[in-house]
């Protein structure tokens, strides 16, 4: 059975940081596109940061760039994101999501194209 167990939120002060970790069984990580993505209250889901398979360049939102970092762990099959310099607009719940295969860049923001979603992570960045 595929399952992507996302973990790591919490609360944390402006300019902290945080580590979530996604933790996937069924599959392997390497195999997959995998993304972040996250969605705040009333918000649509948004995509935060991307690693395609077997690739270590990652791509990231302009929101984000320079202070979350995408990372993968194969031994251990767990993907990570980094986040830095946390600010109150990075509030939402954190997902983490597996596409079979290496999306084009295009596609990476669509989350139609990802099979496998984690139940996802609350982070709370207080002012």
């Known amino acids: 059975e595929v399952q992507l167990q996302a973990s790591g939120g919490g609360l944390v002060q402006t300019g902290g940081s945080l580590r979530l970790s996604c933790a996937a069984s069924?599959?392997?990580?390497?195999?997959?596109?995998i993304g972040w993505f996250r969605q705040a209250p009333g918000e649509e889901r948004e995509g935060v940061s991307f690693?395609?398979?077997?690739?270590?360049?990652?791509v990231n939102a302009d929101s984000v760039k320079g202070r979350f970092a995408i990372s993968r762990d194969n031994a251990k099959n767990m993907v990570y994101l980094q986040m830095n310099s946390l600010q109150p607009e990075d509030t939402a719940v954190y997902f983490c999501?597996?596409?079979?295969?290496?999306?084009?860049?295009?596609?990476?923001?669509?989350?139609?194209?990802?099979?496998?979603w984690g139940q996802g992570t609350q982070v709370t960045v207080s002012s």
């Open positions: 999501a597996a596409a079979r295969g290496r999306l084009i860049i295009s596609n990476l923001w669509n989350i139609a194209a990802y099979n496998y």
């Open positions: 690693l395609r398979n077997r690739e270590s360049r990652t």
């Open positions: 069924g599959f392997t990580v390497d195999d997959y596109t």
